[in-house]
């Protein structure tokens, strides 16, 4: 009895543990940061001046020193005013929405057509870039520092002007010109896909009497970062492929803002800012040698900036000649960053042949490794090819919860012979259970005697002991990937299944707490446990009663409390994920009982449902 106390009292101890997390770690995380957020906005507001023109830092202009490092007041002005105070060249594609500032030349008015807010289609559109004079500001900048015999060349400051076409689409370039003191001519060609990549490809014209010198540099800077909740499956933050060759650099935001990060000079490659679903990233001049850099600046306005400066670069007198340089600015969409990506690895050639649906366009630019602009993890190996197959199946059913369910089946499939070797397993577990109940008469009390031999017996039955566990174990690898797939991967976010499920990246929005919506009030985060969890939960416990009731009491009381323990656990994981494994316990107990029953085992779900039912007869003296 004493055990037994103690068992009862270290799973209730798990359950506490794991609904603390929530409500005393997690839900006050959010709710600070969001109240920091506010303050900061606040206090600057009211200590700092509004400067006419002072957010844009100027470039550098001594060797070594590059753009964006002077100070800058904080910004105030509403995104509408800013734009509205600039010369602007219009910006409409199918993906894209806003303008470039010819002031600078610089991207900071971007919004995402596909994408919205919330899953109500009449919410706001998504927008990414915002001026650098307003309070979220987001931008990207190209120009060039000034070598010998340069003159004043494009900068922050630098106001262009529109030569050639009105409005840039996917099918109609515009071109900017600026020219200087020293008789160079820039005309700077930006054009853009049907996507999210810009070529801004500039053409310098040297018509003076001597050779100049200039180096190319770009910036992204941001002003506020995520104010969401980390979550340690999730890199948001710096990021890059520094180097045609290397491998990802990732940078949490937290690292910048204690110690900025100095890049080895390097060649090709690219690198950028990532959040969870959108991402900006700079791919410079592949041909000439780089050094970058991931920066936080406190002077004046606080902002996050990833820039680089590339080896100078002599025009001679008379000569021109031409840098093309890259921007990414969207949503990740995984067919679309992979057909903007060069992968030389076997496991990239291995998935090159699975691009067949990806637009032409995104086909051409082979920037290194830029598939790991979207944080497919360590597992990458097994997380992108199952992305790769519920995509397949969202492309002939239309629905991603659908696709799930399918990738299911076929994950299933590929796992069958080891859990037919596991179920068998349990089955012959269960034809022992005469020869086991045999053995504790003989032993009595004497437990070592007791163990000794049924160790003994399960060897000479080549019996498992644990078989029991391992179609839960197995589930794990493929749970990760899946979790990591409908977490990380824009094409989950807002997907519906069916009924209420209208998001398949977010939680069941029902609770218990509230009669699933029948009374008007929410229930608090910690006790959220909506219809789907539920389900999966029930789907678990059966399974659960599928097997015998494993001999040690430790055992049997774990596997008791383990479909509760998970119920909690996964109430407020993705609906996709619980839909997935509640379906997955279905098709195993389905699974389970065809091969239990070929090898003459009987199924034990209908005597332990009757047994934990039934009463026990009081003890009598």
């Known amino acids: 009895m004493q055990n037994n106390r103690n068992y009862f009292i270290a799973i209730a101890l798990s359950v506490l543990i794991v609904l603390g997390w929530q ?27 509004v400067q006419p023109n002072a957010a844009a830092p100027a470039a550098g202009t001594v060797a070594g020193n590059l753009p964006g ?94 030569v050639e076409g009105d409005k840039l689409t996917h099918a109609t370039p515009v071109t900017l010109s600026f020219t200087n003191e020293a008789g160079l001519t820039f005309l700077r060609k930006i054009s853009v896909d049907e996507h999210y990549m810009f070529t801004v490809e500039d053409t310098i014209q040297n018509a003076g009497t001597a050779n100049a010198t200039l180096a190319p540099y770009g910036r992204i800077t941001r002003y506020n970062k995520p104010t969401t909740a980390s979550v340690y499956v999730l890199h948001e933050g710096f990021l890059g492929v520094i180097g045609s060759q290397s491998g990802l650099i990732e940078e949490k935001y937290s690292n910048i803002e204690e110690e900025a990060v100095a890049n080895e000079k390097a060649t090709g490659g690219w690198f950028g800012i990532t959040d969870k679903y959108w991402a900006s990233a700079l791919i410079p001049q592949q041909t000439l040698a780089y050094e970058s850099r991931f920066s936080h600046f406190t002077d004046g306005q606080p902002r996050f900036q990833a820039d680089y400066k590339s080896d100078p670069t002599t025009v001679a007198a008379g000569q021109s000649t031409t840098l093309k340089q890259l921007v990414f600015a969207g949503a990740k969409e995984v067919p679309v960053v992979d057909g903007y990506a060069l992968d030389k690895s076997w496991f990239g050639k291995l998935f090159s042949n699975l691009r067949s649906s990806e637009p032409a366009a995104v086909q051409s630019y082979e920037v290194p490794r830029f598939d790991l602009l979207i944080d497919w993890g360590w597992f990458y190996f097994f997380t992108k090819p199952m992305f790769k197959l519920m995509d397949f199946f969202y492309r002939q059913v239309g629905n991603f919860g659908i696709a799930i369910l399918l990738t299911t089946i076929v994950v299933k499939a590929l796992f069958f012979p080891l859990a037919s070797k596991q179920y068998a397993s349990m089955a012959n577990m269960k034809r022992m259970q005469p020869k086991m109940e045999e053995l504790k008469a003989k032993h009595g009390d004497d437990k070592m005697a007791l163990q000794q031999a049924m160790m003994q017996l399960y060897k000479d039955e080549k019996i498992n002991p644990i078989a029991g566990c391992w179609p839960v174990l197995l589930q794990i690898p493929v749970f990760f990937s899946l979790y990591k797939v409908i977490y990380v991967t824009i094409e989950m976010r807002h997907a519906p299944f069916f009924g209420w499920i209208q998001d398949l990246s977010a939680p069941d929005p029902t609770t218990f707490i509230n009669l699933f919506g029948l009374l008007p009030f929410e229930g608090p985060t910690f006790l959220h446990l909506g219809v789907w969890p539920i389900i999966m939960g029930v789907t678990m416990w059966l399974q659960m009663r599928m097997n015998p009731t494993p001999p040690d009491p430790t055992q049997a009381m774990l596997f008791n409390w383990m479909p509760l323990i998970f119920t909690f656990m996964l109430g407020t ?7 997935y494994w509640a379906w997955n316990n279905t098709l195993s107990i389905a699974q389970q009982s065809v091969i239990m029953k070929r090898h003459g085992a009987k199924i034990e779900l209908f005597d332990n449902l009757k047994a934990m039912f039934r009463r026990k007869p009081a003890k009598t003296e």
């Open 23 to 49: 409500y005393f770690i997690m839900s006050p995380r959010i709710e600070a940061q969001r109240i920091a957020e506010e303050a900061r906005l606040a206090q600057e507001a009211q200590t700092t001046q």
């Open 573 to 579: 994981f993705p609906a996709g994920l619980v839909i």
């Open 69 to 162: 490092s002077s100070a800058q007041a904080a910004a105030e002005t509403n995104r509408e005013e800013a734009i509205a105070k600039s010369p602007r060249v219009a910006i409409d594609t199918p993906a894209l929405a806003g303008s470039i500032n010819l002031t600078g030349a610089r991207f900071d008015d971007l919004k995402l057509k596909e994408y919205r807010e919330t899953v109500d289609r009449t919410s706001p559109i998504i927008t990414l870039f915002n001026p650098a004079d307003t309070k979220d500001g987001y931008f990207t900048e190209l120009g060039y520092i000034a070598g010998e015999n340069a003159g004043a060349v494009p900068g922050p400051a630098t106001v262009w002007t529109l």
